[in-house]
């Protein structure tokens, strides 16, 4: 069974940055897609970014692009979201998602594994 955690959310003012960081409890996911999604009140649960097994590939919602840069760390076994100007539009709660299936270029919620979340909140 993998389990996934995230950290690094929080309270930043609008323009500021934040990194995710998104890392396993248990057995490694080097082998895994992965990607995160985020639900703000109300809405359904969205595609961020995915990166592939390798990291070769990456995949970003127009919403983020040119903001948001998902990365993996092979040796540490942690995925990262880094997050530049942010802005309120982007609160909500950031999940991870991992799958040993081929996902990175589906922005469907249907993803094997997902972590508990983190709470990411931008102040205007």
């Known amino acids: 069974q993998v389990q996934l955690v995230e950290s690094g959310g929080g309270l930043v003012q609008a323009g500021g940055s934040l990194r995710l960081a998104c890392g396993p409890s248990?057995?490694?996911?080097?082998?895994?897609?992965m990607a995160w999604f985020r639900q703000a009140p109300g809405r359904d649960r969205d595609f961020v970014a995915s990166?592939?097994?390798?990291?070769?590939?990456?995949y970003y919602a127009d919403s983020v692009k040119g903001r948001f840069t998902i990365s993996r760390d092979g040796a540490a076994n942690t995925v990262h979201l880094q997050m530049n100007s942010l802005k309120p539009e982007d609160t909500a709660v950031y999940y991870c998602?991992?799958?040993?299936?081929?996902?990175?270029?589906?922005?469907?919620?249907?993803?094997?594994?997902w972590g508990q979340g983190t709470q990411v909140t931008v102040s205007s």
């Open positions: 998602a991992a799958d040993s299936r081929t996902r990175y270029l589906s922005t469907r919620r249907d993803w094997e594994y």
């Open positions: 990166i592939n097994w390798n990291g070769g590939n990456t």
């Open positions: 248990g057995r490694t996911f080097r082998s895994y897609d």
